[in-house]
Structures are given as structure tokens and as C-alpha cells.
């Protein structure tokens, strides 16, 4: 059994009862043939991609049926063709993956989203975030001069992926370390920090 799929543009000047007609007619041109419709897809007003005789807009059908044989398909192609009423229309044999995506679609399986169950969601609770690190208590002048020079980063709401990233202190920048001058001021500290010692014994 082959299926096929015949989609066409009706001209939306036409009344809706005219266009109705025009979409019946097709199908029932099909079924004296001996095709089975499998599906009827009256996709209505749209936009096209570019004017067809000075329309701007068009009246889509999608037509999927079966049969055993493709020999009504030239009389059907130029029953369109001939037909005024008819902007573009466009025939295509359907492979198995085209037809299970058709049936697919009909049952609501591609194209909608599933709707949420009436249930109302259970919130979870955010687990608790530990507390920080307690700050060393002597720290050296480069120390010092890092902490003042980064900006402080804005609170972010910690999660336990994330906990462990955010404790994690950044290793000194290597350019702070290379400035001129650092060095005196590590070993007056130094100094004064040995006389400080001595000074308390």
C-alpha cells in the first residue's frame, strides 16, 4: 500500500462555502479512484513566502491517502493544474518514517506540548547553605592587596552543586607578586613583626 499526500492553496477571495466545495471536491475525486483518506487537514489562512497571483495570503488543505497503485496521479496533478481556484499544490509519496510522523502528529505526540497535570507541584525546599570559612587570622601584604583589589561578586543563591565552587578561594595573581616594591614591603613587615616578638618576651 503507498502513501501519498497531495497539499494545495486555495485562493482566500473565494466564500467559505466555495472553498469548502473546492477542498470536497478533491477528495471526492480521490475516493472514486479507490483511495482511502486517511486524513483531511484544513490548515486554514496563511501567509505566503511571496505573492501568488496578487494574493498575499492563501487557504492551505493537506490531503493523506493510500492506494495500491500511483496511475490516477497524472489525472489528479492536471485537475489541479486546470483548476483556477487553486494558487500551488504540491503531491508527495509518503516513505514509512512520513507516515508515522503523520500519524504521530494526529495523536498529539509532536507538535503540542504536554499539558501539566492538575496536581499542584511540590515545591522543594533549597537545602541550607553552609556557613563560610572562618578568614585566617594573620594574613601578608599581598593578601591584603588582592582582597582590595576585586571587585566583590554579587551573592548568588548557593546550591549543593555548586557549594564547593563557590568556597574555593582564587590563586594570587602572579602580576600582584611581580610588582616592584612588594618584596621591601614583605620584609619590613617581617621586621617588624620579629620586633614585635622580642618586644612582648
Known amino acids: 500500500m503507498n502513501h501519498y499526500e ?3 492553496i486555495v485562493d482566500p477571495v473565494l466564500s467559505g462555502d466555495e472553498i469548502k466545495a473546492t477542498a470536497q471536491t478533491y477528495v471526492d475525486q480521490l475516493t472514486n479512484v479507490g483511495c482511502t483518506i486517511v486524513h483531511v487537514d484544513e490548515m486554514g489562512l496563511r501567509q505566503l513566502a511571496y505573492p ?5 495570503s492563501g487557504i492551505y488543505y493537506c490531503v493523506e491517502f493510500s492506494n495500491e ?4 496521479m497524472d489525472n489528479l496533478e ?9 494558487m500551488r499544490f504540491l503531491t508527495v509519496r509518503l516513505d514509512k518514517y512520513g507516515v508515522k510522523y503523520n500519524e504521530d502528529k494526529r495523536n498529539g505526540l509532536i507538535g503540542k506540548r504536554k499539558k ?7 515545591e522543594e525546599t533549597p537545602a541550607p547553605a553552609p556557613a563560610p570559612k572562618a578568614a585566617p587570622v594573620k594574613e601578608s ?5 588582592e582582597a582590595a583589589e576585586e571587585p566583590a561578586a554579587p551573592a548568588a543563591p548557593a546550591t549543593p552543586d555548586v557549594v564547593e565552587e563557590n568556597m574555593e578561594t ?8 611581580d610588582e616592584p616594591g612588594l618584596e621591601d614591603q614583605d620584609e619590613a613587615v617581617a621586621e617588624a613583626d620579629e620586633e614585635e616578638k622580642e618586644n612582648l618576651d
Open 6 to 8: 497531495v497539499t494545495f
Open 52 to 56: 501568488i497571483n496578487r494574493r498575499s
Open 69 to 72: 497503485n500511483g496511475e490516477f
Open 78 to 86: 492536471l485537475s489541479l493544474r486546470r483548476d483556477e481556484r487553486i
Open 116 to 122: 501539566k497535570s492538575a496536581e499542584p507541584a511540590k
Open 141 to 145: 601584604p599581598a593578601e591584603v592587596v
Open 170 to 177: 582564587p590563586p594570587p595573581a602572579p602580576e600582584l607578586m
